[in-house]
């Protein structure tokens, strides 16, 4: 068992920046790759990034490529995502999650059915 629990959401103008983190707790963090994902109201959940087990690799959504990244530090069992010159579609709730999937390629972590635990979210509103 992992528990996720994000935190740094808030209200930002277009443009500004907030840089979200997430604490794990349990089982052995850095087994777990881990993702960003978001959901708008009405809206499917989106992948938003992923970063692999040994941070050697990372992913992104074509909506935030450019001006997101994800990055963790497996000593201190957390996972961030910086997100720079936010626009007001950028507007959800941000999830983070856990997945200790044993697919390698982009497809196995962009895929929410992939992940095994989530946190309970964290809302980021961006006005224009």
């Known amino acids: 068992q992992v528990q996720l629990v994000e935190s740094g959401g808030g209200l930002v103008q277009a443009g500004g920046s907030l840089r979200l983190s997430c604490a794990g707790s349990?089982?052995?963090?850095?087994?777990?790759?881990m993702g960003w994902f978001r959901q708008a109201p009405g809206k499917e959940r989106e992948f938003v990034a992923a970063?692999?087990?040994?941070?050697?690799?990372?992913y992104y959504g074509d909506s935030v490529k450019g001006r997101f990244a994800i990055s963790r530090d497996n000593a201190k069992n957390m996972v961030y995502l910086q997100m720079n010159s936010l626009k007001p579609e950028d507007t959800a709730v941000y999830y983070c999650?856990?997945?200790?999937?044993?697919?390698?390629?982009?497809?196995?972590?962009?895929?929410?059915?992939?992940?095994?635990?989530w946190g309970q979210g964290t809302q980021v509103t961006v006005s224009s």
């Open positions: 999650a856990a997945t200790n999937t044993m697919y390698s390629g982009r497809s196995a972590y962009t895929r929410s059915l992939n992940y095994d635990y």
């Open positions: 349990g089982r052995t963090f850095s087994n777990y790759a």
């Open positions: 970063i692999t087990r040994s941070n050697s690799l990372t």
